[in-house]
């Protein structure tokens, strides 16, 4: 089975910034179509970037502008690096290939806590 693995979390100051990277083993086709989804306390999880396989990529409205996402092929990994964060990006933020179909299956990664401090 596909393995997603988020690292990169922590605590920052708003304002500050942290890159977080979903590695991806086993059937590292999965790879390349990465969506990031982030889950506060007593909200529904929501969508905050994708890149797809030809490298295109999407962000949610609350990430414009100071997300960017990314893809190293050669590491099976993507990144997203967070800057200008402020208190209300706290949350678990998860990784999920957006591949439905066998290997990938649409896994989901176990997450990584991000606080912010304003």
């Known amino acids: 089975q596909v393995q997603l693995v988020e690292s990169g979390g922590g605590s920052v100051q708003a304002g500050g910034s942290l890159r977080l990277s979903c590695v991806v083993s086993?059937?590292?086709?999965?790879?390349?179509?990465i969506d990031w989804y982030r889950q506060a306390p007593g909200k529904e999880r929501e969508f905050v970037s994708g890149i797809e396989r030809d490298g295109s990529t999407r962000y949610a409205d609350s990430a414009k502008g100071r997300f960017t996402i990314s893809r190293d092929n050669a590491k099976n990994t993507v990144y997203l690096q967070m800057n200008s964060l402020k208190p209300e990006d706290t949350a678990i933020y998860y990784c999920k290939t957006d591949i439905t179909i066998w290997p990938c299956f649409g896994s989901w990664g176990q997450g990584t806590q991000v606080s912010v401090s304003s």
């Open positions: 086993i059937y590292t086709t999965c790879v390349y179509a």
